[in-house]
């Protein structure tokens, strides 16, 4: 209650903001993810990998805006790229421009399970597309997806999420790393199309997928004609070809999103060239895919030269070899406390778990789950000047430092230590 009290005191232009906002967009704000009792802070301005709020305290930006905010705050690259397609080439075209194809080459080079790619704005989108195209294949109607999955704001399962966020109908779930239950699933409910599953869940709680779960899922649905959707729209920036590189994958289909459009909105999907046939114009029975912003030339271009000249492999291997560094120190200084950190590479979750454990899947973290201290290390962490999200999420930005990283582990310590009684 004293750290509510704080947090109320320090934020008095948040708190008037928000309560002007509330009179024109319920929750006082437009993304729910973003909201938080009693009232979510307002951000003013971000540079770099900092962030202003209204009442002017200074942040770490240590969200990262969940991990599409790679390229931090109005990367100098990026901008110019901006400008230069306002100047050069204008928006949208309503035309078939050059930049798209150019992308989506970068994608096929860089994702070995992808032969051909579409685009689209959102990671839901690429999502509902891939989920088409996996039905129109195969003429079947169900798909098989995980509790704690998290494949957009109309495609989240299980972990609290109220009926209206899916179509009840059409899917099976399973759970989450758990590998004969789910060989048995694929292998044994009629009307399956599709396996959709996150390389590690990261909406659930960054709970990193098994490499085995994921070679069980890719082996079993081939055998059954199943098509297997690798959702990489957070994943596929924490090794140099995605999750599916590191792993070994080849899903049919793998869906993109985030910071691949260099920080413009973006969605994508792609993979085997004999699906993605289906969204092929020349083909009798294809699917429609429009969409008026697919091959904006924002996104487009920012996207090619995000991945080209900032995000290029060597960025990709040394950004995630600090984040392995950043969590195994943070693991280091939670010994024997309820901390435990979750993650791979540069994307983790801090938790606090009654019995100490790590959890491998929803079921584990919700049995376990000590939400008001989850809640108190957010207050603490806001108040020392770090942005993290209230579930503990942290994505780290290009730029961040070993230092900047180890001053936010010297604050971790201190929660401890002040804490003790409690964690
Ligand atoms: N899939 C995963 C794994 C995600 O984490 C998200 C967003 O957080 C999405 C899909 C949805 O992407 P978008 O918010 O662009 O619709």
């Known amino acids: 209650a004293s750290a509510r009290s704080e947090y109320v005191k320090r934020l008095p232009a948040s708190k008037a903001q928000h309560e002007l906002a509330s009179k024109f967009l319920p929750g006082g704000n437009t993304r729910s993810v973003l909201f938080n009792e009693p009232f979510p802070v307002v951000m003013r301005e971000g540079r770099g990998n900092r962030l ?6 200074e942040y770490l930006d240590l969200v990262g805006e969940l991990t599409a905010g790679l390229y ?73 997806v995980f509790n704690g999955g998290y494949h957009g704001g109309l495609l989240s399962f299980g972990h609290g999420v109220s009926e209206i966020n899916v179509d009840k109908n059409d899917w099976v779930l399973g759970t989450f ?55 990489e729209v957070m994943t596929s920036r924490l090794h140099p070809h995605g999750l599916q ?20 909105s973006f969605g994508g999907f792609g993979g085997r060239a004999d699906l993605l046939a ?43 070899s600090l984040g392995d560094y950043f969590r195994e120190r943070l693991q280091e200084v939670a010994k024997g406390s309820q901390m435990v950190v979750t993650g791979v590479g540069a994307v983790l979750t801090v938790h606090f778990q ?34 993290i999200t209230e579930r503990g999420m942290v994505s ?9 990283l180890d001053s936010f582990v010297e604050v971790v310590c201190l929660f401890l230590k002040n804490y003790s009684h409690l964690v």
């Not at 202003?52 to 305290?57: A, K, V």
């Not at 579409?118 to 996996?134: D, V």
């Open 52 to 57: 202003w709020d209204i009442d002017e305290h």
């Open 72 to 144: 931090g705050h109005s990367n100098p690259i990026l901008k110019e790229t901006v400008v230069s397609t306002l100047e050069n080439t204008g928006i949208s075209l309503g035309a078939t421009t050059k930049g798209e194809s150019r992308l989506a080459e970068l994608l096929c080079q860089r994702f070995p399970s992808v032969e051909r790619v579409r685009f689209c704005n959102s990671g839901t989108e690429a999502n509902l597309y891939a989920l088409s195209i996996a039905k129109h294949v195969t003429g079947k109607k169900k798909a098989i």
């Open 177 to 231: 790393n758990d590998v004969e239950g789910t060989k048995s699933l694929i292998e044994d409910t009629p009307d399956v199309a599709a396996v959709l599953v996150e390389a590690m869940q990261g909406a659930g709680g960054c709970l990193p997928a098994t490499v085995g779960f994921l070679q069980t899922i890719q082996a079993t649905a081939e055998k059954c004609g199943v098509v297997f959707i690798l959702d």
């Open 245 to 264: 590189g590191k792993f070994n994958l080849r899903p049919g289909l793998t869906t993109f999103g985030k910071y691949i459009g260099g920080g413009m």
């Open 278 to 320: 289906s969204c092929d114009p020349r083909q009798p029975s294809s699917l429609v895919h429009s969409g008026t912003f697919n091959n904006n030339t924002l996104s487009m271009n920012c996207g090619f030269v995000g991945l080209s000249q900032i995000y290029t492999p060597e960025a990709a291997t040394e950004l995630n």
């Open 354 to 387: 009654t019995n100490g454990a790590v959890p491998v899947c929803v079921e584990d973290l919700e049995a376990h789950s000590n939400a008001p201290l989850k809640r108190l290390f957010w207050f603490w962490c806001l108040s020392k000047g770090f942005w």
């Open 396 to 404: 780290i930005i290009l730029g961040t430092t070993k230092d900047e």
